[in-house]
């Protein structure tokens, strides 16, 4: 167990829908970022955020935004789904420091017909 | 342009014998290296990492080298365990002057383990 909790665990939707992705980072860990596996992409960096802010952004589509809140956990919110949104979304936080470690949670599968 | 790349598809070894997962990189920023194990339908577990000014770090039965001259990585497994079955994944981050620490990952290795 990582430490890193991410809900739900399974989440199956319509295209045109919207949907929140929601991550709880390790006890004392300041950032968190978000990555999506596809069958054929791999994992891929989306975004991350440190201490509420946003601190990068990788492959994000502007469907796609997020946002990190007071008490550090985050929020991922896909709009607009498209069958090509299905794949596994992937939260991990670390400390923020010097090269850290980041610590995944179990990730959310979500499936758009 | 895959920066990390994991020839590899899929290995596979016997029990108690050595498993060596290999890693190559483009990018010259990156300056630190994980491995990651992973299991279906779970988040990928940290492994191991090294950062840059090391070319060894050994966990118990996982060792990785990195070769920053030819930027290539391998995490060795000795001995192997049926357990040890899952996809690997090499990552890789840039932590210099303002980095984002994202991490580039590979696109794994399946390792399995015959008994």
């Known amino acids: 167990d990582s430490g890193v909790t991410q809900t739900p665990k399974h989440l199956i939707t319509a295209t045109g829908q919207r949907v929140t992705l929601r991550c709880s980072p390790r006890s004392g860990d300041l950032s968190v970022y978000w990555y999506q596996q596809s069958l054929d992409q791999g994992l891929q960096f989306l975004i991350q955020y440190y201490n509420g802010e946003e601190r990068a952004k990788g492959n994000i589509l502007e469907r796609f935004s997020a946002q990190q809140f007071p008490d550090l956990h985050s929020e991922l919110n896909l709009s607009s789904l498209e069958l090509g949104d299905s794949a596994l979304y992937f939260c991990?936080?670390?400390?923020?420091?010097?090269?850290?470690?980041?610590?995944f949670g179990p990730g959310t599968r979500l499936l758009v017909l | 342009d895959q920066q990390v790349k994991q020839n590899s598809p899929s290995l596979s070894v016997q029990e108690g014998r050595i498993s060596i997962l290999n890693c190559d990189y483009t990018?010259?920023?990156?300056?630190?290296f994980l491995w990651y194990k992973k299991y279906p339908a779970e988040g990928p577990t940290f492994l191991i990492s090294?950062?840059?000014?090391?070319d060894k770090n050994e966990d118990g039965r996982f060792t990785v080298f990195l070769n920053k001259s030819a930027k290539h990585l391998s995490l060795h497994i000795v001995p192997s365990q049926p357990g040890d079955s899952a996809v690997y994944f090499c990552a890789a981050s840039a932590t210099g002057g303002g980095s984002n620490y994202k991490l580039t990952f590979g696109k794994g290795t399946l390792l399995t383990v015959n008994p």
């Open positions: 090294i950062s840059s000014i090391k």
């Open positions: 991990a936080s670390s400390v923020a420091g010097v090269q850290e470690t980041q610590y």
């Open positions: 990018n010259s920023m990156f300056d630190y």
